[in-house]
Structure formats: structure tokens, C-alpha cells
């Protein structure tokens, strides 16, 4: 028999417990990056279906779902599609979702400007620092992006 006295109190730790667990559960998404420079992303998961979009190397995708040997994935813009899993590889890449995201030099809106990434340009993942991320362009320009203003991991 349950005490209903106590009924409050493990209701409070239960929902203490899931507080945790959502923001964990969050960050575990799984995600893969285009391995080659040109990747069909297809309407179904095979390659008679029509490629939707082309995607370029190290284009961060999130995965969704699976069937055999493909991956369904949403990108930044939250389009879906399927894509062959040899065709991804587990490199971290970002994409810039604002119009423009400065470079820096180091991680802090105080650090000196050293580029500047556009809108859908691909980064290539270094490091992660706090609400920062370390980046290299594909020009090679190397530097600090503020997290927020990219999507991927």
C-alpha cells in the first residue's frame, strides 16, 4: 500500500529526475556529416527514388530514422530526406544559420574580428568552448563562431 502522505514528495523527485534526463536525452541526437563532395539526399530511401537535393562535403545532417543501409535526416531548414549511410561519416561539422556570423579570434564578442561566414556556409568543428565554437572555413581560415549563431554539433 502507498503512503499518499509521501505522494507529493516522490512526485517532486520524479519530476526532478526527468528534469535532468530531457536535457541529456536533447543532446544525444545522433549526426553525421556528407563524406563526399557531392551527396544525393533522396525522397525515399533508395537510389531508383528522385535526389531531392545535392549536398557537399561535410554538410551536418541529423538523423531521424533508419530502413537497411539508409538514414533519414533533417537539415538546419528542417527539410527531410534519405540518404545512403556509406555516403556519411561522423566528422562534426556546423552550417551558419545567420545571415552573418563574424570569425574571432578568440571565444568572446570581444575578440578581434578575423573573417566572416555567411549564410549556409559549412564549417569544419575543432572545438567546443561554453556557448562557442571553433570553426575552420574552407578557405582555411581558422576561429571562434558564437554557438548560436550555427547549427550542427
Do not use: C
Request: aromatic share 8%; hydrophobic share 45%.
Amino acid at each position: 500500500m502507498i503512503d499518499t502522505r509521501r505522494l507529493p514528495a516522490l512526485l517532486l523527485a520524479f519530476l526532478a529526475l526527468l528534469s535532468l534526463a530531457l536535457p541529456l536525452a536533447a543532446q544525444a541526437r545522433e549526426m553525421v556529416s556528407a563524406a563526399r563532395d557531392e551527396v544525393n539526399l533522396r525522397s525515399a530511401p533508395g537510389r531508383r527514388y528522385e535526389a531531392a537535393w545535392i549536398v557537399s562535403r561535410g554538410y551536418p545532417l541529423e538523423v531521424i530514422g533508419r530502413r537497411g543501409a539508409w538514414l533519414r535526416v533533417r537539415d538546419f531548414e528542417n527539410d527531410r530526406a534519405w540518404v545512403l549511410s556509406s555516403r556519411t561519416k561522423r566528422t562534426p561539422h556546423h552550417i551558419v544559420t545567420a545571415s552573418v556570423a563574424n570569425l574571432r579570434g578568440t571565444p568572446s564578442t570581444r575578440g578581434r574580428i578575423i573573417g566572416k561566414a555567411r549564410y549556409g556556409d559549412v564549417l569544419r568543428t575543432l572545438q567546443r568552448r561554453g556557448e562557442w565554437v571553433k570553426v575552420r572555413l574552407a578557405r582555411g581560415t581558422t576561429g571562434w563562431i558564437a554557438r548560436r549563431l550555427l547549427w550542427g554539433w
